[in-house]
């Protein structure tokens, strides 16, 4: 082999590491995640996560710091979430948090949990104020040491304390694992600094050997509180089937100051959407889709409103017709399968519906597709796909699970 030869062959081969960086499974650290419903009145769940799709447009916008005043409906906390216990100061006190890729900014002091000051506490001199939607806090941002686990230890970890706060009275926060760049204006007087995330502190004090956190969560079933979990550092290989799967940030903006992939989808044969911006995102419970994409599935599963839960729903005949709903990206196609698509029937009380009915799990984004933000993989998406969000190459990795094509619903 001449030299020529020899350095192109290793070029080529340094070129394939970084377009498929290895996930590292050694010496993980995972928190365990346990899922909680809270479901105040019907017709709510929807709406929840169109207002949140809104914020999260307008956050990108850079007006993160303005809570959402387009909803007329008093504000409730209907949504499913995956919570963390996660200590704060030294010693610690527990609190319980929200995991959301959707945010960036970690902050307590909602519910029945108030933040307890250590010596460990150092207020920053900002105030911080983030907007979710239905819901907003506010308050004073310190340093303080924050406790993931018994191994992940973050000694001066820039939190934000709430003074006030909506629609998180039962639980007391957040854990934001969103992009940092986030963080961007909800500080004051501090407005263009930057505030590094949980993982970001973790990864630079070495405590994990990679900024990648991977996720899994388990569907609900009658049996089962379905809990999941982060893994710090990579990928918990047993919790994904097959291999890791990545495509790369968007360039579409908004959907680029997120999670942000690329995506097309398909129910069956039909192309629903096109190749398209939009997020992955825990802190949503439906799938989203652009108005004219959310059209087109309808008419294609002949699925009908329903006025009471606000969700689509079908006949059993219909169910027995439906078909796969596809996402492709550029890195491979993932299958939701007709059980996947539906609401967990064993739920259908507590958002208002009807023991028994077919509820689906796609619902109307509220805005024409072109917008820059198409399309949300919300939870419904994630319980049937482990997730990998890879900061250090700016990608989102997907794979199955033992889930992927389970019948739970």
Do not use: C
Not at 129 to 135: A, D, E, I, L, R
Not at 218 to 239: L, Y
Not at 378 to 400: H, I, K, M, P, W
């Amino acid at each position: 082999m001449t030299l020529l030869s020899l350095l192109s062959s290793l070029l080529l081969l340094a070129l394939g590491v970084v377009a498929n960086p290895v996930v590292i499974n050694r010496s993980l650290v995972t928190l365990p995640l346990a899922k909680k419903y809270n479901f105040t009145s019907i017709n709510n769940l929807l709406k929840h996560d169109q207002a949140r799709a809104r914020a999260l447009k307008s956050r990108a916008f850079g007006k993160g710091g303005v809570p959402d005043t387009g909803i007329n409906e008093p504000i409730t906390n209907q949504v499913v979430t995956y919570i963390a216990s996660v200590g704060v100061g030294n010693p610690p006190t527990n609190y319980s948090l929200v995991v959301d890729t959707g945010s960036s900014n970690t902050w307590i002091g909602s519910g029945n949990k108030k933040y307890v000051k250590t010596n460990s506490s150092v207020q920053t001199g900002d105030s911080v104020s983030v907007s979710y939607g239905k819901g907003f806090f506010s308050g004073t941002e310190f340093y303080d040491t924050v406790t993931l686990t018994p191994q992940l230890i973050i000694p001066r970890q820039s939190i934000g304390v709430a003074s006030q706060s909506k629609a998180f009275d039962t639980v007391n926060g957040i854990l934001g694992i969103g992009p940092k760049d986030l963080t961007v204006g909800t500080l004051s007087p501090d407005k263009n600094t930057v505030v590094p995330t949980v993982t970001d502190n973790l990864y630079n004090l070495r405590t994990i050997p990679a900024n990648q956190i991977g996720i899994f969560f388990q569907p609900f079933t009658p049996t089962s509180s379905g809990n999941g979990e982060i893994a710090w550092g990579g990928a918990d290989s047993s919790k994904y089937t097959g291999q890791i799967n990545f495509t790369p940030i968007t360039n579409t903006h908004p959907a680029s100051a997120y999670w942000g992939i690329n995506q097309s989808i398909h129910y069956g044969p039909t192309t629903i959407l096109r190749l398209t911006a939009g997020i992955v995102d825990t802190g949503t419970t439906l799938i989203l889709l652009a108005t004219d994409a959310f059209n087109g599935y309808k008419s294609a599963t002949g699925a009908v409103p329903d006025t009471t839960t606000g969700l689509l729903s079908i006949t059993p005949a219909q169910f027995a017709k439906l078909q796969d709903l596809v996402f492709t990206t550029n890195s491979g196609s993932y299958a939701l399968t007709p059980n996947a698509q539906l609401w967990p029937r064993s739920l259908n009380t507590q958002i208002g519906g009807t023991a028994g009915s077919i509820y689906l799990i796609v619902g109307n984004l509220g805005t024409p597709s072109g917008q820059g933000l198409d399309f949300i993989n919300g939870y419904a998406f994630l319980e049937r796909f482990y997730s990998v969000y890879d900061t250090t190459n700016q990608q989102v990795g997907l794979a199955t699970t033992s889930y992927t094509n389970a019948i739970t619903n």
